[in-house]
Each structure stands twice: as structure tokens, then as C-alpha cells.
């Protein structure tokens, strides 16, 4: 299959919105939503265990813009640039600070077929190329990846694609727990 013959085009072309949480860090709680921060991002998934919980008051706050649902496609647009996951079903949570948030049109773009595309190399070098090399951090304007280009085939060939390597990413996610199960015996 030539990529080359897939159509380019900018995220915001196949997205219903891209969006980013408050520029702040809420009182942390032991229970109560999830607050998402740039650790959470895992090798394309979201690594929960050390993910932080907000008060229900705050998870209001810090939902104001937008509030993360299944499908969602997370990522970083500081310091761990390139970083992104999907939104699972069944959490309730909200973006930390230096989180961005991709809603998917799911008419135009299949949600693991958008993050696979987002951690390939093609698009990992679209992000080395316009990422800003600060005094502090590196990062990229959020105000510029609507423009991002991405390369997407058809619909039918997305869903193939993500439904392929997503087969492959849990048979590799269920070894690394495995191993981790046996390296702890």
C-alpha cells in the first residue's frame, strides 16, 4: 500500500476541535476524578497508576473548555513532545497542565488510526520540525497544530490499519505485564 497516494491534510480538517486544560495544577485528592498530566502518556497508552485525583469542584474548573471522553486523542504540547494516548472508555478525568486534547470526526478519521498517525515518523518529524526551543521547555504552539499536515488513506483503510496495529500494541502491552508479573516472583 504506497502512502504516498494517501491524502494530506491539516488536523483540524479531521478533528471536531483540539483543545488544552487549564494552565495550572489543581489541590491533589486521594479519590475523586482523574486529573491527567504528562506522565500519564505511556507509549500510546495511558498509564493511570500515578495519575493524580481532583476534587469535584476543581474537575468542574478544569473541564471548562472541554471534558475528555472516549476516543479522545491526548498528548503533550511540552516537554515530552510527541507523547499522545487515547482516551479509554469509562474514566472520568480532565487535562493536566501541557495537555492537549484531539476530539477525532469520526465521519473523517478513525480515533486509533489519528493516534497511531500522530506517533508515527512522518508526523514525529512534522512536531521535530516546528517544535520551539525554549529557555525552559520545548514545545509546540497549540495555536498552530490545527495546520499540522497528517496522512490519512480512506476511512475503510484506517479502521483495517488501526484494527491491525491496535491487535499487535495489546499483544505487546499483555507481554510487558507478563514479564513484569515474572520479574516481581
Known amino acids: 500500500m504506497a502512502t504516498s ?3 494530506v ?5 479531521v478533528c471536531l476541535g483540539i483543545y488544552d486544560g487549564p494552565h495550572a495544577t489543581p489541590k491533589k485528592r486521594s479519590s475523586g476524578p482523574l486529573f491527567l498530566g504528562i506522565s500519564s502518556l505511556d507509549r500510546g497508552r495511558l498509564s493511570l497508576n500515578d495519575s493524580a485525583h481532583l476534587s469535584e469542584a476543581d474537575f468542574a474548573t478544569w473541564t471548562r473548555r472541554v471534558v475528555p471522553r472516549a476516543g479522545d ?3 503533550s504540547y511540552e516537554t515530552r513532545l510527541g507523547e499522545a494516548a487515547i482516551i479509554p472508555e469509562g474514566i472520568r478525568c480532565c487535562l493536566g497542565r501541557r495537555m ?4 477525532p470526526d ?3 478519521v478513525d480515533a486509533r488510526f489519528l493516534l497511531y498517525a500522530f506517533l508515527g515518523p ?9 517544535t520551539i526551543h525554549g ?3 520545548e514545545r509546540i504552539l497549540l495555536t498552530e497544530l490545527p495546520d499540522f499536515p497528517i496522512r490519512l488513506p480512506d476511512l475503510a483503510t484506517q479502521r483495517f490499519i488501526a484494527d491491525l496495529l491496535g491487535a499487535l500494541d495489546d499483544k505487546i502491552e499483555l507481554n510487558r505485564r507478563r514479564n513484569r508479573t515474572l520479574e516481581a516472583i
Open 106 to 108: 469520526p465521519a473523517k
Open 100 to 103: 492537549g486534547l484531539m476530539r
Open 5 to 7: 497516494k494517501w491524502q
Open 9 to 13: 491534510v491539516p488536523i483540524r480538517d
Open 122 to 130: 512522518e508526523f514525529q518529524e512534522v512536531i521535530r520540525e516546528r
Open 135 to 137: 529557555s525552559t521547555v
Open 73 to 75: 486523542v491526548v498528548f
